[in-house]
């Protein structure tokens, strides 16, 4: 009943930005908890970004700093503005959101995404 489909996934140069873009669509008033994963080859899933009803943010360690998340007035469209993009940024990132829960990076979710690339080379 929630769907979130992301967009904006690209191969770039270390150093260099991406943004990244989640449409939600369906039931997102049940959301009070939105964010970004990512799952690198190899590795495990970790969250990397959130954000609650009231636009308090939460980051990953590995990305505070370089990366913000944002949400459209409508709430209707999630963003990942990355910056300063290393090698390890590299991975297939994650839309994905909750409801009901308290906020806080790499909280379970309930609704996903299918995906987009990032790919960070040097």
């Known amino acids: 009943q929630v769907q979130l489909v992301e967009s904006g996934g690209d191969s770039v140069q270390a150093g260099g930005s991406l943004r990244l873009s989640c449409a939600a669509s369906?039931?997102?008033?049940?959301?009070?908890?939105m964010g970004w994963f990512r799952q690198a080859p190899g590795k495990e899933r970790e969250g990397v970004a959130v954000i609650d009803r009231g636009g308090s943010t939460g980051y990953a360690e590995s990305v505070k700093g370089r990366f913000t998340i944002s949400q459209d007035n409508s709430k209707t469209t999630l963003y990942l503005q990355m910056n300063s993009l290393k090698p390890d940024d590299t991975a297939m990132y994650y839309c994905?959101?909750?409801?009901?829960?308290?906020?806080?990076?790499?909280?379970?979710?309930?609704?996903w995404g299918k995906g987009t690339l990032v790919t960070i080379s040097s």
């Open positions: 994905a959101g909750v409801g009901g829960v308290n906020c806080y990076v790499g909280i379970g979710m309930a609704y």
């Open positions: 369906g039931y997102i008033g049940s959301l009070n908890c």
